[in-house]
């Protein structure tokens, strides 16, 4: 069975060298498969957000491998792949928005996709018209 996402006794601390903090995840083993729904649940400050983040390669981990579709987030060549894959919802709205504008906010991420903007500006439409 191919997993989405693997992680690999992981384990990562904030801080490394002479102030090295404790262990924030410690020797994490985990396997998603495509089209699970997966629920991470814990009190606050328990590293939910900080596993979720190595899931698209926004952290790395201290020890241990995360693979999404079996590339290791690690690899740098990857990154792009595995973030077309992995994405993250911020807890807060207020973190993900990026423009002034609600449609250049819907067109940020085609965008950055490197869509053409003639496609962008019928996506942006059709979104916000299936919103109303």
């Not at 690999?8 to 090295?20: I, L, M, R």
């Not at 077309?84 to 807890?91: D, R, S, W």
Request: charged fraction near 25%.
């Amino acid at each position: 069975m191919a997993f989405i996402i693997r992680a690999q006794n992981v384990s990562f601390c904030y801080s490394e060298g002479e102030s090295k903090s404790p262990p924030v995840l410690k020797d994490i083993n985990l396997q998603f498969e495509k089209g699970q729904f997966i629920g991470i649940i814990g009190h606050n400050g328990s590293g939910k957000s900080t596993l979720a983040k190595h899931f698209n390669a926004l952290l790395l981990p201290t020890k241990g491998n995360v693979y999404v579709k079996d590339m290791d987030t690690k690899d740098a060549k990857h990154l792009w792949d595995i973030r077309q894959t992995a994405g993250l919802v911020f807890q807060n709205p207020d973190n993900q928005i990026v423009a002034a504008i609600v449609e250049e906010d819907v067109a940020f991420g085609p965008e950055n996709l490197g869509i053409p903007p003639e496609e962008i500006r019928k996506r942006v439409e059709y979104a916000l018209k299936a919103v109303g």
